[in-house]
């Protein structure tokens, strides 16, 4: 069974570091995996996908990149803002799964310092 | 720009009430999905519905069912609810392509508190 796991739970930087979020996960079997952010008490919103196909995706000043072999994705976040701090998830679309459900890691809680 | 929307922020009822959580999405999406997230349990998938009338159980159906009787609207539905169904819901819905899945969109959630 598909398990994504996301490590460190939480993160503390002051603002306009680079930082990077990990996600690995233990099936390299999948369509595609996606990153999403939440604010507190809100839904999520959608980042970068990545097809299983792709190595890596950018959106401003955010880069994903994926690895299937080695069961890993990073999150890159450039020159980071107060406005960044939320939860960030990362969801794997797997083969085992029905109809390309996603498995979600529990994510990991970024706070960017002024 | 893709649209999830479901019809409550917040929520509360009462123990043993037959409760309906909507969720309309207006990309004529074909997947719909319903999430329940729970501190330390992450999100788990309810039920999920990969065309009109057509379900699928998730990781966690019991207690729950749906029902899908237009493209865009995809309803969850809490037979007689109860405090451990105190929780996060979330919609999301997405475009099939052949074997290729597409982006999921999210809506707002809905906070159901089951007193």
């Known amino acids: 069974k598909q398990e994504v796991t996301q490590i460190p739970a939480a993160l503390s930087v002051p603002e306009g570091e680079n930082l990077v979020l990990n996600c690995s996960f233990t099936d390299s079997a999948i369509y595609n995996l996606q990153w999403f952010r939440q604010d507190p008490g809100k839904g999520l919103t959608s980042l970068l996908l990545i097809q299983s196909s792709q190595r890596e995706q950018t959106s401003g000043r955010l880069n994903a990149s994926l690895d299937k072999s080695s069961g890993r994705s990073t999150l890159y976040i450039a020159a980071s803002q107060p406005g960044d701090s939320a939860t960030y998830l990362c969801?794997?679309?797997?083969?085992?799964?029905?109809?390309?459900?996603?498995?979600f890691g529990k994510g990991t809680k970024l706070s960017v310092k002024p | 720009d893709v649209k999830v929307t479901q019809s409550s922020r917040y929520l509360v009822k009462r123990t043993g009430e037959k409760v309906f959580l909507e969720c309309v999405q207006d990309m004529d999406h074909e997947n719909m999905f319903w999430y329940r997230q729970d501190p330390g349990l992450g999100l788990r998938l309810i039920y999920f519905?990969?065309?009109?009338?057509?379900?699928e159980k998730g990781d966690i159906p019991e207690g729950y069912s749906v029902s899908r009787e237009k493209k865009e609207r995809f309803s969850l539905i809490l037979e007689s609810a109860s405090t451990n169904q105190t929780s996060m819901y979330l919609c999301?819905?997405?475009?099939?392509?052949?074997?290729?899945?597409?982006?999921?969109?999210f809506g707002q959630g809905t906070r159901l508190t089951v007193v």
């Open positions: 999301a819905s997405r475009r099939q392509e052949g074997l290729r899945n597409t982006e999921a969109f």
């Open positions: 969801a794997v679309g797997d083969y085992g799964g029905s109809q390309g459900n996603l498995i």
């Open positions: 519905s990969y065309d009109v009338k057509m379900k």
